[in-house]
Every structure is written in C-alpha cells, then in structure tokens.
C-alpha cells in the first residue's frame, strides 16, 4: 500500500489523514487508476506491495485527485438547441499533465496500451473502461 511518507517522496506534497481516512483514498485512487489502465487491479509483489514506479504512478494520480476535488469547475460553453454544456477542462489538462510526465510507465502497465482517456463519449479500452 502507499503510505503517505511515499506519497511525500512522489509527489513533494505533504498530507496529514487518519490511516483509515489514508487506505480509502489510496484504495479508491488505486481502483480507478486501475480503470484508467484497463486492469481489473494494480499488480504488487507477494508481499501486497507497488513496483515502485507504479507506486509513484499511483501516488501521482492521487495527488491531482485530491488538488482537484470538491473545485466548482465553470461552464466554459453552453449550447440551447440538442442541449449541450461544456464544463473547465481542468481535469483534462490535469490527466494530460500525468500523462506527458509518466506516459512509459503507464503504456508499461496499460492492459491495452492506449494510455490515460477522460472523455465519457468515447469507449479506449479493452474491458470497456472510460
């Protein structure tokens, strides 16, 4: 599991939870990572523990996930006719910025080698994933 001292080494950010409130981030940072990677579970060792790079993958994702949180992201465009609103891409450029700065982690780990995809219109992965 990350622990937050890793969390600090990977990302330079220092966080302060409770170790229950710590294992439910990481746990449900670590399933959507896993989604985004097109795997059903982040692969560890026999001890239950992340290859360091994915670790620091993880830890990463994590971060822009909790600077990203709970922020009212503004309506950029609005369309009336066959209703359409476009929201802030800050979780797109965020997901991109990951991207360009692991992209040989995550086609290491990517079930399908497609990479990281936020867009909800548009099916990337081999189990379905979005």
């Known amino acids: 599991m990350l622990t937050q001292d890793d969390y600090k080494l990977y990302t330079g950010e220092t966080v302060n939870y409770a170790d229950d409130d710590w294992r439910k981030l990481v746990s449900m940072a670590a399933a959507r990572l896993a989604g985004f990677l097109c795997l059903e579970e982040l692969p560890t060792d026999e001890k239950g523990n992340l290859p360091d790079d994915l670790a620091m993958l993880l830890a990463n994702f994590l971060c822009l996930v909790l600077m990203t949180r709970g922020k009212n992201i503004p309506v950029t465009s609005k369309k009336i006719?066959?209703?359409?609103?476009?929201?802030?891409?800050?979780?797109?450029?965020?997901?991109?910025k990951l991207e360009e700065r692991y992209g040989d982690i995550?086609?290491?780990?990517?079930?399908?080698?497609?990479?990281?995809?936020?867009?909800?219109?548009?099916l990337r992965c081999c189990n379905g994933y979005l």
Do not use: D, H, L, P
């Open 81 to 96: 006719r066959n209703f359409t609103i476009n929201y802030g891409s800050r979780a797109t450029n965020a997901f991109t």
């Open 106 to 122: 995550i086609g290491g780990y990517s079930e399908c080698g497609i990479g990281i995809c936020v867009e909800k219109s548009m």
